[in-house]
């Protein structure tokens, strides 16, 4: 039977969805805080050689064997590798239990959103402040179930349509829109008053300290394995997503130049978004009083109290800016998400496929929103803690594990702390030792590029391990609180 698995309508098209993945939650609420909380430009620092030495390598390596395979991440891993087959179901394992809080917290922007929506329309009374607003919201199980479910259902309306169909289409639009949304934020949020407390937090080194936002920097394991973590989460990678997307992806084009133009895309969105959404929440705290190291600069208090108390305080225009950031973070949080709904969808598709079925996609996506509104409903009642829900790891109401004070830190920990850097490690040892980094570089650019490849079978081999390794350490120390460094 023909396998009609889809293909992207152009080669922009695929950056748009490719960089629509990359750009999410985890720019805007993890880069600038990260960075401002590890010493300004030393974080900037190394980040961007991570990126270069080890996240572009790695963005390379999955497109080419997505493209190479032509198969989602467990095909591509079977076809591949005779060691390490099945290190692409830790790489479907950890799409899935990160959408378990990734639609919940899309759903919280949906929510924040028709908030706005609903004040710019009717005017009227004063909003309520932030904090009050995200507990409200926590303790509102149905409510939270609810947005959640609306997120997951337009998840389902753009997966459902396919790769060009669906997903290429809503990023094409998306994507220019968020960027211009996100000029129009950084430029109120760089007129405010105290604006350059925030730029100086983010930018000049020990600059958190001295001016009270901390109490002390961070050493640099920690700071190496928050840059590393942080990285692999912005740039999508070891979670089968960049494998999926290149696997729908024309042979014809130059994987190097698509792999530059993703992580260039994801880093400045990321840079961007910390100048848009620190000096707005730094100049706040500033003018209320609030000491500096009281001022929520990361994580979801960031977006949901802070940032709501910035548009509270603005005034008539308020509530404008208020709809045009939630938006713009919703389309950020969709963008990911259905590269991360794609992932598994694609594995059934090309099951179906192997064993001469045709799969029907509409069908499949279906089921596969089903079962993420399964897990996310746990975390949505949960809200974030706060409803008194059992967590894994607690006994008799003791917490007797430090790492999971909600179920999101828990999936996240599973996800984002243990699968993903254990699934690159034994990714780069597959591609540098076992099956050979020229095995994929006939792929990634069709021709001889001798600095390319000598570039890339020496990151993979050496410096790709060794990073995935100290990532994973730093990881489990900072997830399991082991206070190792
Ligand atoms: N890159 C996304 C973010 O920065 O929020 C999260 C993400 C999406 C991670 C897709 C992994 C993935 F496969």
Known sequence: MKNERGSWGSNIGFLMAAIGSAVGLGNIWGFPYKMGKSGGFTFL?????????????????ELSMGRKTRQGVVGAYHSLSKRFPWVGWLAIFAPFIIMSFYAVLGGYCIDYMALNLSNLAFGGAELTSGADLFSAMLANQFGSVAFTLLFLLICYAINRGGISGGIEKFNNVGMPALFVMLVIIIIRSLTLPGAAEGLKFMLVPGYAVKAGFIASSPGLVTVLSAAGGQMFFSL???????????????????LVKNSAVIVVADTLVAFMAGIAVIPAAVSNGIRNGVEMSQIKLGGPSLLFITLQDVFREMGAAGPLFG??????????????????????????????ARKGREGNRHKVVFWVCVAIMIEATIVALDGLGSNGLWVPGQAGGANIRPWNDCWLDFMDMMSEGVAMPLGSLLMSLMIGWEIKPKTLLNEIHHGSASNIDRFFSICIRFIVPLAMAFILLGQINDFFSLNLF
């Open 45 to 61: 620092l190394i980040y961007l050689l991570l990126a270069v030495f080890v996240g572009f390598v790695i963005m390379m390596g």
């Open 236 to 254: 999508s990678l070891a979670m089968g997503a960049m494998i999926t997307y290149g696997s729908y992806l024309d042979k014809k084009e130059n």
């Open 323 to 352: 709809v045009i950031f939630y938006l713009l973070v919703l389309i950020a949080a969709i963008s990911s998400a259905i590269s991360l709904v794609e992932v598994v969808s694609t594995f059934f598709l090309d099951r179906a």
